[in-house]
């Protein structure tokens, strides 16, 4: 049994990234950092996509995760511990380092 979720993230509250190089290097910091996780019966993909956050028109990030078990119980419990690890591994917000001036 398969048990998918879907996540939309933004760089900061009310923010997209202007242009979708930008959106794409945040996934590609993602990808790094979820590369050192061991996530067994799981699959992330992350999806960079337009977005509209209140006035802004821009970029942000979709990502779809999904978790495999014997029944619906054990497949609920490999995607919540493969949440926590996605949670884990979410670079610092674009407000911070070098993020930052990728919005600018």
């Not at 996509?49 to 119980?73: H, M, W």
């Amino acid at each position: 049994m398969s048990w998918p979720v879907y996540v939309d993230l933004l760089p900061v509250a009310d923010a997209v990234f202007a242009h979708w190089e930008q959106a794409e290097g945040y996934c590609r910091e993602w990808v790094a950092r979820l590369a050192r996780v061991p996530l067994p019966d799981c699959r992330v993909d992350l999806v960079a996509r337009q977005a509209i956050a209140g006035e802004a028109e821009g970029f942000g990030v979709t990502a779809y995760l999904s978790a495999t078990g014997r029944d619906r119980s054990g497949a609920a419990e490999t995607l919540a511990a493969a949440l926590v690890a996605f949670a884990g591994a979410i670079p610092p917000s674009a407000a911070d380092g070098k993020a930052a001036s990728k919005l600018q």
